[in-house]
């Protein structure tokens, strides 16, 4: 097996956070030991990011590009519909070709790997002039977000062909989609979220954070996700709202772990409910302190409408905490099993939220049985080393069809 050359192009790269960057950056530790090379282009920030750089054990290439700072007013001001991402994005893939072209003629490398449909219009200009196979993986649809902005993407990947897709399938409606969108299924290899269940794992209770937080002698529902509409965090303070109404427990509180758009909507909601003290938000966290989060907390609740197969949900799993899901997507095939390994309710129930946290608050027998399958579940089902052999076998095939041509 050959040691691969890989060069990586992402636009969302730390210091944000979020589940995808958490998924990519855990990929390339994971492939690292069978990479000659691994490089990222990434964009170029105004702050310092030479030890957040230098922290990976891959090469980080920053690059500047526009960032049409000056259309965001006229955005905000007269033009709410205005794409303002597909122009960041065009801009910020220029940028990278360039350096991708230059970084191609310095290691020659292998592979020419892409995160995002964003970068996808640079991909057929890539492989005319490196020759080298370029690929893409595609985290979800941005059609979750906007209509105007699904729409685009689907004109994306019928125009821009790819040697290989990549699909996280987090059951939502990203896969479904470019199944239909993209003819040739041998170019398409769906994936799942994985996680390294060595770092993330079931702590003992951090005290620290406890005291920190208030929370001694309180049970403690949690809820991390980025604060964005998708994300479904209103339907986890809905249910909470109603849990502490209908059955009167005083001693609970509820945890939201993120940050995001709508955050400080969802601290007015909790305001309007007039449970602001039973709710506490602690703003967005490295993703080294997850698994102390979780050890502070009884229950996690994902609550998405579209999706709950996402990092955080897995996280809380490898934690072994038993999970309140909304059976949406593929979570029943492929995640959680009802009983077993967490709680499926119907998706916007918020009394059937309300009931499922009532059964986990008096039943710590059923906790501790939901916890330990979905902790056993993680570790069978979602470990990196199938993941990491299908993609060291799909890169090697289109390194060795490109040499043979």
Known sequence: MKSLKLCRIIYEFPPTIGGSIIHTIE???QIAPFCEQQIFIVPKIREDTSKIDASFPFKVYRVGYFEFKWLEHVKSKY???LPLAPLVNFSFALASLNKCVR???QFDLDIIHIHGIGIAPVAKILKYLTKKPVVIMIDGSQGS???LAGIFESILIKTTKFDHYFVVDNGGPALPKFQKLIHDSSKLTPVFINIDTDK???KRKNLD?????GLDNYFVFISIHNLESIQGVDYSILGFKKFLEKYNILNSILLVVGSGSIRDKLETM?????ISDKVIFTGAIENSSVPDYYSISDVALSTSLLINMNTSTV???????PVIAFDCGNTRDLLIQNMQNGILITPGSIDELSESMLLLYNKIELRLKLGENARKFVVEHRNWKHRIDTEIRIYNKLVKYCDSN
């Open 200 to 202: 993330i794992y079931p």
């Open 315 to 321: 996280e809380a799993m490898a934690c072994k905490k």
């Open 27 to 29: 990929l390339a530790r």
């Open 145 to 147: 977000y906007s209509t």
């Open 209 to 213: 954070l406890t005291n920190h937080l």
């Open 270 to 274: 909790t305001h309007k409910l007039e």
């Open 79 to 81: 033009i709410k519909w």
């Open 103 to 105: 970084l191609n003629k």
